[in-house]
């Protein structure tokens, strides 16, 4: 299905006398282009469930739109409603509107087994995919805009400076790379800084619960300090005889430790 008939973004925006908001890390993305990428990247096919957070003015929720996905778009902001819903007409019942925020919004709201596709909103990113990887509601794939620095988090080898716990929790529940570079001119209004899109698939074979509940434990004590020797910053849950029974050398830092030696971490956690 194609919606190139629609009026550009950018005149709808204008028309409707709408503008981005500062305090709600809004930036939108007009590029089609760049919007039907994304959604190739996602690798959704026809007739696919979708979760979309942040879709304001419906630029990317159109390019999902038009790979066949069924999409379900969480939107705070009520001024894009009247946006989105005239997209839901032409949608034909494949566009469901959420009109919440979307750290609040429960799993029973949304459907199980449905991807996330979403240009995020700068101040929720965070937390919103921490709660994909731990939460109630754990999608079996996300292709994800963040700012650049955040991507680089994610997908960061040991020992650099963006590597930390985010990275230990995204890669040990999923499969994570950055798959697109957006230069902030692609976005209206500009950011300060670029962004990049991530595509997370969850591993077949990830922590069981009881070792994902240590792993943050132990990722929270190794980073909590990360300047420190883990034989410190670990004394809490077992310091040197922990790291020994992780087969891990205890003077080693938490920037130091690929995700595979936090799993033994958690794992030599639940042994003692």
Known sequence: MSFEDLPPLRESLAAAGLFAKKALGQHFLFDLNITRKIARLAQIGLGEAVVEVGPGPGGLTRALLETGARVVAIEKDRRFAPMLEALAERAGGRLVIIEADALGVGPDALPPGAAVVANLPYNIATPLLIGWLVGPWRPPAMTLMFQKEVAERITAP???????????????LCEARQVLSV??????????????????????????????????????????????????????????????AAGLDPTLRAGDIEVGGYLALARALGDA
């Open 158 to 172: 040991p020992g650099g400076r963006d590597y930390g716990r985010l990275t230990v929790l995204a890669q040990a």
């Open 183 to 244: 230069p902030a001119r692609a976005f209206t209004p500009a950011p300060n800084v670029d962004s990049a899109v991530v595509r997370l698939t969850r591993r077949e074979w990830p922590p069981d619960e009881a070792d994902l509940a240590r792993l943050q434990r132990v990722t929270a004590a190794a980073f909590g300090q990360r300047r420190k020797m883990l034989r410190a910053s670990l004394r809490p849950l077992g310091g040197e005889r922990l790291c020994a």
